[in-house]
């Protein structure tokens, strides 16, 4: 058994012996889990997509009680779900590969354990059942040594007893006191797909190509109830008084009762229509029951008498067939063949808890890919319509609402030409195939991706993740381009067929692209739908990191344009950065992250601590305001803990996104550390966000979440804005002078506007303003210092930077007026190549030696009381004095402008230019600006204002911006695109002319 286009499984034999590992269970024998993960055991670590949803066939769906639900997939994963909650309560994940190991096609649950099978190790050489608590889904022991793929499992009533059903190899029965066999068949019936006890000595066993075996597990004895050849037996369930037997069909609308005391059985038709319905299960009178299936329009379920199969109520579910139901005293809860899960009372709509977020590219031949001629733009289609642009050129996603225009349509390859291919394996089925140069052919198969030549023999292979479904070529004949059938877009060397970039679409348009080196970009949000599945010991939970955990690194918009590309030149640009960074595979399979999770968090009034509430086992912790009883401040208490007994890092601290620098107090604890910081919050609702990094700082623990509801703050002040402009134009070093005067007066003037007199938004305006030989190192830091002390909660703080701006390892950096001249710098000068003024080799290591870096800069906006601060940047990126192009410079601008907003939390709005580009109306004047900063003096004047209210907010200046830079920058042959990243509401005022009251803080 395996999902839809998935390899047909590898069977292994079986073991000598059966071995049950369990934590505090009561067998003979059994030894403890170890308290720290084991050593990686099966396939390295591997990417994955996770989006909060099964994305694959829900195989068993069931009632643990009422309020909760467990469902099993083919994506590898057991997901818990709560009843009126929508989004997945809990995920576990165990051993599991690239393609189809892990996935699980099983389960049962007893009072104390949940038993889960599948694929489950098959290709690492022993199948193996995984026993999780029951009622906190946490590991409980492993039943390994098993002969081949688990397909059915059931607990006698008792829960003494463990039956297992295999793809072909029949059924055991283990005793869990001893975990020796108590019976043991191999009956050749086809798949078991289906266990139910009667009893607990009779077992009864759905074999698909039979019928229905019952065991007699006192005896021995077993006897064969044959069902109709054409019947195809799937699932069956025994009714709530234990006297009969139903059972589905996979290929006739009908099911079959069958009566457990003499065996008699009959075949009963459902009403209400033909369809096919594989799942059922029992109403809890025992006098109906629901089907689930499809029919022509889509899944169904189906509520209809036991007695005759007459219909009783009928509900559409979506156009996924329902592939499992489960029955329980709050309603039916099935899951889909596309990866839904929902729950239906009979009598009411159906109620969602999750849908498939991934595209499904199946029917791609009735809306083939279409692509830009340089390959960046792809159009997606969802189900065969047309739904999504991809433009990794422009990084966005935008949603079509019929055929795109401006693309090129691929050239289908003819059916004589598919007929022509050679060596595809023996299940191997061509799904798509585009012609390139008239007689090569791109071919996407259920296994692989491939370029045929003219003879059909392949000139390479590639194996896919999954089915292949369509295929393109660029118009330039570089990048081979498939949608896969788990969602993911290739784009692949048309010479190597050496994948280069890889993108992630979900159904509400977000995005995530990575590189195989590991670097990646993404929307917002979008970093959470990859990640990388780190296997442990079988017995164990294996990890899952999104790639946000490890934005740190790998979080390069500029390198995955590289990639995109493909250019000689970025393809060695591209290997020289994963060298640095180094493989997350291979961070990955050492030491795991960190583990962190809420002691307890506490109101403080006039210092001392007034009401706690403490931290719950999983998920976020929500808690109401008047709970705490405070003035406006917490106490927070974190446990860390290291899983492998070494170093940790530092606590990342979020407040509704904001960067927070606390002091935190390191205590040492019996299972790692307590970690304790105070917060002032803002008034309103807050979302506290808190991670700890490893020891290298790479890789992020999950974050601990608090959600504060209603905070109240008697000690509110009128706003103030506070200003901090720093302008260089003229450079210690006269080789790093830019337009004389130009970056200067735009301090100045940026300063001047907004803490003047007649900006009535605030009561209280201050500013300070570097300028050339005043804006050294020391004293930037020393105004930044300032400027901390002096801001409150309430505050708009800006803070503008113009002249040199450079990047080290993606990261932002400043260069202030002594930029090369000190020893540091000179040491960088001595290292000039020849004919080149500045290289970027050297602009880097003078930025190193005398910048004012990144991390420096967010750790004072971290540390701003401020909930509200602006970073705008005008400067010039990628050491200005380098080789690299226009393009290259634009893209590496946008990364550490990003890579800035995302480390802080604050509102970024950037030049992103690749030279300085003054306003060619007054450059050289001294009285000049630059296009950018024009342009933001001009929106801050009143030409942003667009609702005409006196009044502009962020939002107003950011989209005037966003329209004006280029359009005044089209016709220089060098246009430039500003870079704008916000974190909260943008929709708080700036600058006030007239009218309305002051606030600063909306509108």
């Not at 295929?471 to 570089?478: E, F, L, N, Q, T």
């Amino acid at each position: 058994m395996t999902g839809p286009g998935l390899r047909p499984p590898t069977w292994w034999r079986a073991l000598a012996a059966v071995l049950i590992v369990g934590a505090g269970l009561s067998w003979p024998g059994v030894r403890a889990l170890a308290q720290t993960p084991s050593p990686q055991n099966g396939p390295p670590p591997f990417v994955r997509v996770e989006t909060g949803a099964h994305e694959a066939f829900v195989n068993r769906i069931a009632w643990l009680d009422r309020n909760r639900l467990l469902s099993v997939s083919d994506d590898q994963t057991a997901r818990f779900w709560t009843p009126g909650r929508q989004g997945v309560a809990r995920v576990v994940r165990g051993l599991a590969g690239p393609q189809d190991q892990g996935a699980l096609y099983a389960m049962a649950a007893s009072d104390k354990y949940i038993a889960l099978g599948g694929r489950a190790g098959a290709d690492a050489g022993d199948v193996f059942v995984r026993l999780l608590d029951r009622r906190t889904g946490k590991p409980a022991g492993l039943l390994s040594g098993l002969p081949d793929a688990v397909s059915a499992l059931a607990f006698s009533p008792d829960g003494g007893k463990l039956a297992v059903g295999f793809n072909q190899r029949g059924v055991r029965v283990y005793a869990l006191g001893d975990g020796r066999p108590r019976l043991e068949r191999d009956t050749r019936g086809g798949t078991v797909s289906d266990l139910a006890f009667v009893g607990g000595e009779v077992l009864i066993a759905i074999e698909s190509e039979r019928g229905v075996r019952r065991y007699d597990l006192t005896s021995g004895e077993d006897r064969l109830w044959a069902l109709p050849a054409d019947f195809r037996p799937w699932r069956a369930e025994v009714s709530p008084d234990g006297g009969e037997l139903a059972i589905t069909s996979r290929a006739r609308s009908a099911f079959a009762t069958m009566s457990l005391t003499d065996g008699t059985s009959r075949i009963v038709p459902v009403g209400g229509g033909a369809g096919a319905w594989p799942t059922l299960a029992w109403s809890m009178d025992g006098a109906s029951l629901v089907l689930g299936g499809r029919d022509a329009q889509g899944g169904v379920l189906r509520r209809v008498s036991a007695a005759n199969g007459t219909l009783i109520e009928e509900i559409r579910t979506s156009d996924s067939a329902v592939t499992a139901v489960a029955s329980g005293p709050a309603g039916v809860a099935y899951g889909e063949a596309d990866g839904a899960i929902g729950l239906w009372r009979p009598g009411r709509p159906i109620e969602p808890l999750s849908s498939p977020a991934k595209l499904s590219f199946r029917a791609a031949g009735s809306a083939p890919l279409s692509v830009s001629s340089d390959g960046t733009k792809v159009a997606l289609s969802n189900k065969g319509r047309p739904f999504a642009l991809l433009d990794m050129g422009g990084r966005r996603v935008t949603a079509l609402t019929g055929p795109p225009s401006g693309l090129a349509q691929r050239t289908a390859a003819a059916p004589a030409q598919i007929a022509r291919l050679r060596g595809l394996e023996p299940d191997e089925k061509v799904l798509d195939a585009a012609v390139l140069d008239g007689d090569r052919l791109l071919v996407g198969t259920n296994f692989h991706l491939r370029l045929a030549g003219p003879d059909g023999r392949s000139l390479w292979t590639k194996a896919a993740s999954a089915p292949v479904w369509a295929v393109a070529v660029s118009g330039d004949g570089r990048s081979a381009i498939a949608a896969l059938g788990d969602g993911v877009v290739i784009w692949s060397d048309v010479r190597t067929g050496e994948v280069r970039l890889s993108a992630f679409v979900a159904s509400d348009l977000r995005w995530v692209a990575w590189t195989p080196q590991g670097f990646f970009d993404r929307s917002t949000d979008g970093g959470r739908l990859i990640g990388y599945q780190v296997n442990r010991a079988p017995r164990e939970e294996a990890d899952f990191l999104d790639l946000d955990r490890m934005s740190r690194v790998y979080f390069r918009s500029d390198l995955v344009q590289d990639a995109l590309r493909g250019a000689s030149a970025d393809v060695q640009r591209l290997a020289d950065a994963g060298r640095r960074a180094g493989r997350p595979e291979d961070r990955l399979a050492g030491a795991p992250p960190p583990d962190l999770s809420l002691e307890r968090i506490c109101g403080v009034d006039a210092g001392k601590i007034t009401a706690c509430f403490e931290g719950q086992e999983s998920g976020p912790t929500a808690v109401a305001w008047n709970r705490l009883v405070s003035s406006g401040q917490v106490d927070v208490t974190l446990r860390a803990r290291s899983r492998d007994g070494g170093a940790m890092g530092a606590t990342s601290v979020r407040v509704n996104g904001v960067a927070q620098a606390p002091k935190i107090i390191v205590q040492t604890a019996p299972d790692g550390e307590l970690r304790r910081f105070r917060l002032d919050l803002p008034a309103g609702d807050v979302r506290l966000e808190m991670s700890v990094a490893d020891a290298t700082g790479a890789l992020q623990s999950a974050s601990t979440v608090i959600t504060v509801a209603d905070v109240q703050r008697g000690d509110r002040r009128p706003a103030a804005i506070r200003v901090l402009a720093v302008g260089v134009s003229d450079y210690a070093l006269a080789e790093f002078d830019l337009e004389r005067g130009v970056a200067s007066n735009d301090a100045a003037t940026v300063a001047s506007r907004l803490s003047d007199v007649a900006n009535l938004a605030y009561l209280e305006r201050s500013s300070a303003v570097l300028k050339d030989d005043q804006a050294t190192g020391s004293n930037i830091r020393a105004a930044f210092e300032k400027l901390v002390s002096e801001s409150q909660t309430d505050d708009v703080v800006i803070i503008y930077l113009a002249g040199h701006g450079g990047q080290i390892a993606g990261d932002y950096v400043f260069a202030p007026y002594e930029i090369g001249a000190t020893q540091g710098g000179a040491a960088a000068l001595r290292r000039l190549e020849e004919r080149q003024i500045f290289s970027d080799q050297v602009g880097e290591a003078m930025m190193a030696a005398d910048g004012f870096k990144q991390a420096e800069l967010a750790d004072y906006l971290a540390r701003l009381k401020a909930r509200r601060a602006v970073l705008v940047l005008d400067t010039c990126f990628s050491g200005s004095f380098g080789r690299e192009g226009l393009t290259r410079r634009r893209d590496i601008s946008t990364a550490m402008t990003e890579r800035l907003a995302q480390s802080s939390g604050r509102y970024v709005v950037a030049a992103a230019r690749a030279f300085a580009i003054d306003n060619p109306e007054t450059a050289g004047s001294q009285t000049g600006h630059t296009t950018f900063t024009g342009s933001v003096l001009r929106a801050l004047g009143g030409e942003a204002d667009r609702d005409r209210d006196g009044a502009v907010t962020l939002s107003e200046l950011a989209d005037y911006v966003r329209e004006d830079v280029p359009r005044r920058t089209a016709g220089l042959g060098m246009e430039q695109t500003p870079v704008i990243d916000f974190v909260g509401n943008p929709y708080f005022n700036l600058i006030q002319s007239r009218g309305g009251a002051r606030q600063g803080g909306g509108k």
